[in-house]
């Protein structure tokens, strides 16, 4: 992702604190969660952009956060977000952000999105905290 976003023009802030705690999640399923909203944050985002990824504790669980500078979703694309088979891209099936919605429920957690204002947009998600064998 990293070589990708450097490939387009873009610098790419990935932002982990020290003393989070360890967590017991499916890490194929969220891998996959985070590639796609790196991918669509890197697509939308113009050469000399910026995309920011940001893990930090949110009361017992974690957030993270993927936000972008790029042009931000238009009104009435975002009401429809994340709805199976609906896309504005040329290519692609509109299975993307309904997938990762649904990881995120599945893991008991949340997604939304919101504007990073002026421009841009940030998708979070949150996870409860799922203590692992060494907490």
Not at 51 to 73: M, W
Not at 96 to 112: A, D, I, K
Request: charged share 15%.
């Amino acid at each position: 992702v990293a070589a990708r976003a450097h490939a387009q023009g873009l610098a790419l802030d990935v932002q982990v604190p020290d003393g989070l705690p360890d967590a017991r999640w499916d890490a194929v399923r969220l891998e996959q969660l985070l590639a796609n909203l790196l991918d669509n944050a890197i697509q939308y985002t113009p050469a000399g952009g910026e995309v920011t990824v940001l893990l930090q504790r949110r009361g017992a669980g974690l957030q993270l956060t993927v936000r972008d500078n790029g042009p931000g979703i238009p009104p009435g694309v975002q009401a429809r977000l994340f709805e199976p088979f609906f896309t504005t891209k040329a290519e692609g099936m509109g299975l993307g952000l309904s997938l990762c919605r649904t990881v995120v429920e599945q893991h008991g957690g949340y997604l939304g999105h919101e504007p990073n204002l002026p421009r841009g947009t940030v998708f979070l998600f949150t996870l409860p905290q799922v203590a692992g064998p060494n907490t």
